[in-house]
Each structure stands twice: as C-alpha cells, then as structure tokens.
C-alpha cells in the first residue's frame, strides 16, 4: 500500500537556500538563495537601531528569513524577539536557522508567529500576539512600489522587494496595534518615501527620530531610518545624516563596520540617535 | 475748520523701524523694530535656493517686510518679484525699502500685492496675481504653533511668529493656484514641521527636494529647507544636511558665508540643491 503523506511524486524539492553570516559570525541565517529579498546592510542597520541594553519584547514584522530580529536577539539579551512572517518558506528558513548551534545562545530568545500582516485581531490572537503589548517593533518594507517593479521581479513573486498597492498602511496599523504606549516603531525604508512614511506614523505616534542614510558623503539619502513613539506628542527630530562609505570608495566607514562586524549599537556611534 | 485729515489726534505715529543690511549691502530692507518677525540667516538661505540664473516670476508669499523677495531680485536679474502680504505695516516697510537708493538696481523688479493668503481668486485677481502664472513661489511661514507660543508674543500679536490654526494648508494652497505647471515652490520651517511640510506639498506637488539645515555638524537640523515642483511625479530625495557653524564656535561656515556676504547660490555650495 501506498502512503500518500510519502509519496515522493507529491513532494516539492525546497528551493536552495544558502547560510549566511551577520555580526561577525554571531548570527547565522538561512535565506532562500534567489527569488526573495536578502538581507544585508538595511537589516543590521535596523537592528543595531535597538540598543543592546533594551529590554522586553520586540516584534520583527515582516521578517522575511528574520535577520534583523536574530540580530537584535543576539544583540540585547534583555529582549524576547517575535518574528512575523506570513510565507511559510521564510518561516522555515527562519526555523532552519534557530536550530543551528551558531544562535544557540539567543534562539530561545525567538518565536515565530505565521501571520499575513492584514490578518484580523482574532488570527494575530491566535498567532500568540497581544494587542499593546510589545515594547517595541522593527520593520523593513517592501522596498518597491509594484508600478515601478520590473516584470521580472513580479513574476519571481518576489514580496519583500514589492511593496503591494494597499502600501504602508497595513504595516503601521499592525505595529500601531502591537505596540504598548510609548512603545517605539523603528522602520528602514527607500529615502524618496519619506512622505508615505511620516504620514503612516500620523497622528498615531510622535518624538518621530528622522535618519537620513547616504551611500557617501555629499550624496542624497537613499535610505531613511524613523523611530516614533506611539501616542507621544514629541517633536519630530531629523538627526545628522549616516554616510556609509568613504568619498570615492567602496569600503565602510568605521561607524559603520562597528555595527556590521561588532554589533555596535547605532547609538555609540551616533549618540544623537539615543532615545 | 478743523481738516480731519490732518487731525494731529487722529494720526498714529507709525512704530520705529531699522534699516538692515543683506548681502553685503546689496540689498537694504525696513523692518519694524519690535513686535514682528525679524529677517536674518533663515530668509537668505530661502533666497539663495533661488538660483541667480533663474528667470521669470516669482512669488514671495507671505513676505512680510519682503526680505527674501528683494533678495532674490538683487541676485536674480532676469526675474520679476511679487510681495504677497496682509499686513499693511509689513507693506509700507517694504514700498519704503523699494524707495532707498540701495536697492535702485532692482526696486523695478519687485512690486507689492496687499493680499490675505485666505483670500478667494477674485482678490487675488484684483491683486495684480493670475492663476498658474508663477514661475516661483517661495515662502518662510510663521514658526511657532499657536498652542507653544508664548502669551507675550501673542500678545504682542506677532503675526510672522504665530503659525494659525489653519496650519500650513492655505499656504500651499495658495502656492498651487498661483504656480505654473512644473513650477517650483521653495518652503524654510522648523526642521521638527517636516510631516507637515510633506502633507502640505501632498500630491499636488513632486520631485522633492529636502534639505536639513544643522546649527552645527553632529547636531538635529533646526530647519528644513524643501523644494517642490507642481504637478510633478518625481522621486523625493533628502540631501546630505547643511551645517551653518563650525563645531564649538559661533562663526558661520564658509559656505553660510558665501551665501550671507557673497549672494552665492544654495546650488554653488550644495551642487546637489541644483534641480
């Protein structure tokens, strides 16, 4: 007799995936080898955005294969990490990766939560989530609006580089919903969406922190980090911008490799940053 | 018989005023001496974000003593000033500065339209405007929210320092209806407006240009400077901030110099200004 739950005919190779490397070796991740956003510079940037010394929870939303919250687990041993994802091959990269001995000293610190971010208050419930509970959420975006997207890259179905046409929205009323009061939402996105982003943040949350990131000095921002505060009627603040690499060339500045290889947090080195 | 108009009891002696030197001298303007928003670094950065090449006409909206306005036409040969101002003071002070032999080169150039923002098309028609006209508009609104200011200073019914509780709409509104297609509006503000600024320019304006403006490299900018063209679809970009003083010290940078002294270009200093 035939077992069907075996039947190799019914079974989809996984794609391939590769293992790879943050924080000098003290994060590995699994991340599909082509076809899905991979993290790189933008994600640590994210995490070392959320001090080593914080504390409570953190939801990763939208984690994809979930660097940027492994990163912020192995940062800041005082913060239980969610990670929010609703494609379940990045979760099972995710998973892949929390079972590796590389992240056992922060993995238990980590669950997942398979979520679409436009899910009801019962299924995020269920999803083991609470509604302002958490001290704080990350994001990173979809980076492209899908009327600029390359065919190409929509037929690769590839979600985390297209931002979908209901935009941001979804993500700040989901983080809104998360978040405790004065909880803060920390986002990395392009820099030219800079309006779409303020106007998410809105009414809901204030003491905006505005970063502009620039490849190289004396050239425009192509990143924008925001942190907000949910209900706080703060001042919104634009900080010094973060160059990333030197004039001319190709290698990081020093700030920058202290948070790429150390772990530093993006405070130490632009302590303006600090909340 | 008594001439009414020349009842000496009837007649208010108009407050004191000071002459002020811009731009090397270039430029002499009359502002009130007290109870008004004074002119300094903010008005002649707004200025100097209009290139010296520029042509055409340009609107200084809400111009007070018309500072910017009558910077921008020293600078500027080939363009034509219109002062838009409610306050009938603000007015003379500007109709008194056309008159000084200092500004003989260019006094041609500029005229005055004693106009409330809130006014309906009508007046602005009777006010010499016309409606998609305007190659430029530039404009410094009042700074302060109604709600942080001060008792003294509303009392003092600063006008040029109490943003009302309209908000910025009117400005751009008024902004877009006297700009042509692709036409640019330059805004300066509080650096901590920038979401306000963003909703102002909203759809009715593209290709922005943002620029922080730093008392001091390393610190928050205090002011935001944005460029906008009408119509447009264009990216946002956020350039690389600009500095006024050197690190520690009260001097102006040589760039702020260039601009304050020399009448030079925003774009000379900042090439990436150039739109």
Request: glycine share 10%.
């Amino acid at each position: 007799l035939w077992d069907d739950d075996d039947d190799p005919a019914e079974e989809v190779p996984p794609p391939p995936v590769t293992v790879d490397a943050f924080l000098d070796g003290r994060v590995e991740a699994v991340q599909p080898a082509a076809g899905h956003h991979r993290s790189g510079l933008d994600t640590v940037l994210l995490a070392a955005a959320v001090g080593a010394g914080a504390s409570g929870t953190l939801i990763d939303l939208g984690a994809g294969a979930g660097v940027a919250g492994l990163c912020v687990a192995a940062r800041a041993r005082g913060i239980e990490v969610t990670l929010v994802e609703r494609e379940p091959l990045l979760l099972r990269c995710a998973a892949d990766a929390l079972a590796r001995p590389a992240n056992a000293a922060f993995a238990g610190r980590v669950r997942l939560a398979g979520l679409d971010l436009a899910a009801g208050e019962r299924e995020r419930l269920a999803a083991g989530l609470a509604r302002e509970a958490a001290d704080q959420v990350i994001m990173n975006p979809p980076f492209h609006r899908p009327d600029t997207v390359s065919v190409s890259a929509m037929s690769a179905r590839a979600d985390a580089h297209v931002l979908p046409e209901s935009g941001l929205e979804p993500w700040f009323r989901f983080a809104a919903w998360a978040l405790r009061p004065n909880g803060a939402l920390t986002v990395i996105f392009r820099a030219d969406g800079l309006a779409g982003l303020l106007a998410g943040f809105g009414d809901r949350f204030g003491t905006l922190t505005v970063l502009p990131v620039h490849p190289r000095p004396g050239q425009a921002a192509h990143r924008v980090l925001i942190r907000g505060r949910k209900g706080s009627r703060g001042p919104l603040s634009i900080l010094p911008g973060l160059p990333l690499h030197e004039e001319g060339g190709r290698s990081f500045l020093p700030p920058i490799e202290r948070m790429l290889r150390d772990g530093a947090d993006l405070a130490e080195v632009l302590p303006p940053w600090r909340s």
